[in-house]
């Protein structure tokens, strides 16, 4: 691959998201934009968000190879499109893509010189207070988030940095630092 990966990993709730929007407007980069069998929440649109396929759609793409990675997450598909991060990077230094840890083992597998960060909680139980606070999930898909990141938090050892979002300009600056430093 032509462009280099920024891989910004982790449990859900943990400040993925928050981080990779000012990882994004610090050091000028493309992001892509994930596909996914998941219903949009409110305010979601597709395109910008997420590409929202169908079951059916999203296999098909799959068994044609068009994922550069793909998993199932708490009962709904998700994947990097290859032609996505092609048509991002457009001459940019890096394209940032925000994925669970399945995906990433499978970039890191892959992709030889991506840059692979995990983001880590301060406590499980924060971790609880910032998926609940967020409001965007049902108690059922919270409970099922807690349980995947108990597994995903286990993996943290096996990627290039552990960033801890506790104060979040801390982690900021660490983030951004670390991905400077990397960049070819
Ligand atoms: P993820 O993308 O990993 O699921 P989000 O970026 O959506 O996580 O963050 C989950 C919630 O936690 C959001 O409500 C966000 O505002 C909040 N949050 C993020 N970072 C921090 C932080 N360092 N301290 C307190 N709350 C945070
Ligand atoms: P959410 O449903 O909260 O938007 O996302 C659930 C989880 O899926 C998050 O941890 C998010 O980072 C991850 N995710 C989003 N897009 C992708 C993707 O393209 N591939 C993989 N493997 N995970 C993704």
Do not use: C, W
């Amino acid at each position: 691959m032509v462009t280099q990966l920024v891989v910004i990993t982790g449990p859900s709730g943990v400040g993925k998201g928050t981080l990779k929007q000012r990882l994004l407007e610090e050091l000028q980069l493309p992001e892509s934009v994930s596909a996914t069998t998941r219903s949009p929440r409110e305010g979601e649109t597709n395109g910008v968000e997420y590409h929202f396929l169908s079951r059916e759609e999203f296999e098909k793409r799959r068994a044609s190879d068009q994922f550069l990675e793909s998993a199932e997450y708490a009962g709904n598909l998700y994947g990097t499109l290859r032609d996505e991060v092609e048509n991002r990077a457009d001459g940019a230094r890096a394209v940032v893509l925000e994925i669970e840890t399945r995906g990433a083992e499978q970039v890191r597998d892959r992709v030889s010189d991506a840059i692979l960060i995990f983001i880590s909680p301060p406590s499980p139980e924060e971790l609880r207070r910032r998926l609940v606070g967020r409001g965007t999930d049902s108690p059922e898909q919270i409970e099922r988030r807690l349980g995947e990141a108990e597994r995903e938090l286990s993996l943290q050892d096996e990627f290039d940095l552990v960033v801890i979002n506790d104060d979040l300009e801390s982690a900021v600056s660490e983030l951004v630092q670390a991905v400077r430093g990397k960049l070819r």
